[in-house]
């Protein structure tokens, strides 16, 4: 009797167990988990990139960043706005159906103050419903752009929304939580299966989504585990605990190429890294000073003439960053090798100008860093201290995770930060509209300067592409002499993947699992 029960459990176990063998299962990693689930919630890379397995939108971006359609089969442009035709038979993960009534809600959401994607979503003055799977969306003007602008305004269940009481975005600001932080009802290749928010988050096949079978991807689930520590990451890569690893240690790439069974990609990303200065203030919160030396046009060229972008590149980077004059890269509309080339290291140089200005001694503040975001953040940070110490500038640095680093510049409370921007629209007005215009949710540096903020607003509705072009390229201008930033350099991507899986390398740093192949 014994024997047969043994059997019995046996047969069963082999049952359960059988189709877990045969799954694909991806297991993956990176410093830095998502912020939050909520997708119109905050405009973070690792945070889209995760929410876009789940969530989509109208147009998107493949693997070589070309546009794409999504949730919208085609788009036509007007004079006042483009006209959109929905794909049909879309699902959300609950069962009900994507129609053009989501959409509507889903733009008056991502325009909500609470939103990070206001900037992107406020041309939009309203959402016309033609019919069950056509909509129009009406612009202030005729807008070139607005495809581009799309790829990251995901489209949430106007029902489930209202059902779950989330119809606003989370205020992540204010450490709000909502059930959208940690819940999610996209229409896209993965559901969420569980979420413990930089522990573990489960990602399982969407059997029912609209685009099963159009692309290569065979990922049957996904397991994500953030991993702070960058010689913890790396060795589970090499150990096989993990398949891929986003963000490798930049000095464990030789290592890495060398061991067997894995390998590395490389892409000059589409962002950049840089500091801000606050200037908008009347007395900085952390200096040894009264007022405000960044309102010194002579101290912010001091602080750019005082860090070694070149040594950074060379020391901290291991080769893998291209330094800049910019705060935005290469492949956006505007960026140009005239404006491009970083400012000269020239120490004695910023002395003077910091004597100019009347800090012959110099003086003291404080770098707001994330250690756990982009490439070396803290090591970049900590090199910087270490320069600007030479010209007399005491710095004190306090690094910290991205999410609560975030807060502190999008609530306008550091007076001097690190921040790294990417630029999916391709096109300069993303960067305008978020760092420098003088209402940009993430410009905490108080620049507000009228050539830019006058551009900012003409570009969307300007569409004489040499004029345009020209309108952008002379607000670099103005802003290179400005120097409301601190450019350090554009990143370069390195991705350590086991052979046993293919996935191809994107310049915005956004995995996406619909072209992964698992061997």
Not at 275 to 296: E, T
Not at 363 to 369: E, T, V
Request: aromatic share 8%; hydrophobic share 40%.
């Amino acid at each position: 009797m014994q024997f047969t029960k043994l059997l019995a459990v046996s047969a069963m176990a082999l049952t359960v167990a059988s189709p877990a063998l045969a799954e694909n299962v991806l297991r993956w990693t990176s410093q830095g988990d998502a912020l939050t689930m909520d997708p119109h919630s905050q405009n973070e890379g690792p945070t889209i990139a995760m929410n876009g397995q789940i969530y989509e939108s109208l147009v998107t971006r493949d693997a070589d960043l070309n546009l794409q359609p999504e949730l919208a089969e085609s788009w036509e442009a007007g004079p006042d706005g483009w006209t959109f035709k929905l794909r049909q038979g879309v699902k959300f993960h609950d069962g009900s159906e994507f129609n053009a009534e989501d959409v509507a809600f889903s733009f008056e959401r991502a325009k909500h103050e609470a939103s990070d994607y206001k900037e992107q979503a406020k041309n939009v003055t309203s959402v016309e419903i033609i019919d069950d799977y056509t909509v129009k969306l009406t612009t202030d003007g005729p807008n070139p752009i607005l495809p581009n602008q799309l790829t990251s305004i995901y489209m949430m269940d106007k029902g489930w929304s209202e059902a779950n009481n989330v119809v606003a975005p989370q205020d992540f600001k204010a450490k709000e939580e909502t059930y959208a932080v940690r819940n999610a009802n996209g229409t896209g290749p993965f559901t969420l299966v569980s979420r413990a928010p930089d522990e573990l988050t489960v990602l399982a096949r969407n059997g029912d989504w609209w685009g099963e079978g159009m692309f290569p991807g065979n990922i049957d689930k996904i397991e994500y585990r953030p991993i702070t520590n960058a010689a913890t990451r790396v060795a589970a890569l090499l150990s096989g605990e993990v398949d891929f690893v986003l963000d490798p240690p930049l000095q464990d790439v030789k290592r890495i190429e060398g061991s067997d069974g894995l390998g590395v990609k490389t892409v000059a990303q589409i962002r950049s890294i840089f500091f801000g200065m606050d200037q908008g203030v009347d007395k900085l919160r952390s200096s040894n000073v009264d007022g405000n030396p960044f309102k010194d046009v002579r101290v912010r060229e001091a602080f750019n003439l005082a860090i070694d972008k070149d040594a950074i590149q060379r020391v901290v980077m291991e080769g893998l960053s291209f330094p800049t004059g910019m705060i935005t890269p290469p492949g956006v509309l505007g960026n140009t090798p005239e404006n491009d080339p970083a400012y000269a290291y020239d120490p004695e140089r910023a002395k003077a100008l910091l004597a100019e200005a009347g800090y012959p001694e110099g003086f003291s503040i404080q770098l707001d860093c994330p250690n756990n975001r982009y490439n070396n953040d803290e090591k970049i940070c900590q090199a910087a201290v270490a320069m600007l110490a030479r010209v007399g500038v005491e710095v004190n640095l306090d690094a910290i995770p991205k999410a609560q680093h975030f807060p502190k510049i999008q609530k306008r409370e550091s007076d001097f930060y690190m921040l790294g921007w990417g630029v999916p629209t391709l096109d300069s007005h993303y960067v305008f509209s978020y760092l420098l215009d003088g209402e940009g949710s993430w410009n905490a540096t108080g620049y507000n300067n009228a050539l830019v903020n006058e551009t900012t607003d003409a570009i969307t509705t300007e569409i004489d592409i040499a004029k345009r072009t020209q309108m952008i390229e002379d607000a670099w201008t103005q802003i290179k002499a400005d120097m409301p930033y601190v450019p350090i350099h554009h990143q370069v991507l390195a991705w350590g993947i086991s052979d046993k899986v293919d996935i191809p390398i994107s310049a915005d740093d956004a995995f996406r699992p619909r072209f992964a192949v698992m061997k």
